[in-house]
């Protein structure tokens, strides 16, 4: 079965410094991947994808994710962090196939301090 | 274009009583998804379609009904509301073809009591 699992609840990094979200997934076949941002009161918005094409994916906002078969991660990175980051941040698997059904992880909560 | 518009934005219920979420997409979407997001738990699905006339249940269904009876509109019903369902509702849609990408709403916020 299809899982994801974010390593960290919470995350507190100071502004300017850089930004790792860790996250392992568990999946029978080549899945597809994804993170997503969600702002305080606010829906989700697509980060970033992966779907088997270059393990090295860019997303907006200047984050990226690195797809690692042997490590079994996807853990979403961003250089150098700003305020506006601060959010809570959820890996997804995708099910594949038919409806294409997501997983979401638990989600980890982005702190960004001055 | 709106997007994928919810409503309400916020709701609270008495034990029992019962409502309709509404969730409407303009963008011509095939799939339409229902989400509830509990603290610590991420996003987990409760009902899905894949197109107008259609639908399925998700990972937690119990308690919940859906309709799809336009390609726009899908409908998230409670019967009989319960204090477990307060949680913040999510719609999501996406085409046939980009079968990735999910498109989510602004949330509904319910609170049973």
């Known amino acids: 079965a299809q899982s994801v699992t974010q390593l960290d609840s919470h995350v507190s990094v100071s502004e300017g410094t850089p930004v790792l979200l860790r996250c392992n997934y568990s999946s029978s076949y080549s899945p597809s991947l994804f993170w997503y941002v969600q702002h305080p009161n606010k829906g989700l918005q697509l980060l970033l994808k992966?779907?088997?094409?270059?393990?090295l994916v860019k997303g907006i906002n200047g984050f990226e994710a690195e797809f690692k078969k042997s490590e079994t991660s996807f853990h979403l990175t961003k250089p150098s962090a700003h305020m506006s980051d601060a959010a809570e941040y959820f890996c997804?698997?995708?099910?594949?196939?038919?409806?294409?059904?997501?997983?979401f992880g638990q989600g980890t909560r982005l702190t960004i301090n001055p | 274009n709106a997007g994928v518009t919810q409503t309400p934005k916020f709701r609270v219920l008495k034990t029992g009583q019962s409502m309709t979420l509404l969730c409407a997409q303009d963008?011509?979407?095939?799939?339409m998804y229902w989400y509830r997001q509990d603290p610590g738990m991420g996003l987990r699905l409760i009902h899905y379609s894949v197109g107008e006339g259609t639908t399925a249940k998700g990972e937690v269904p119990d308690g919940y009904n859906v309709s799809r009876l336009k390609k726009q509109n899908f409908l998230l019903g409670l019967e009989s509301a319960a204090p477990s369902q307060t949680s913040v509702y999510f719609c999501a849609s996406r085409t046939g073809t980009d079968r990735e990408t999910q498109y989510f709403g602004p949330g509904t916020r319910l609170l049973v009591l």
């Open positions: 963008m011509n979407h095939e799939y």
């Open positions: 997804v698997v995708s099910l594949g196939r038919g409806a294409q059904k997501l997983v």
């Open positions: 992966y779907t088997s094409a270059a393990t």
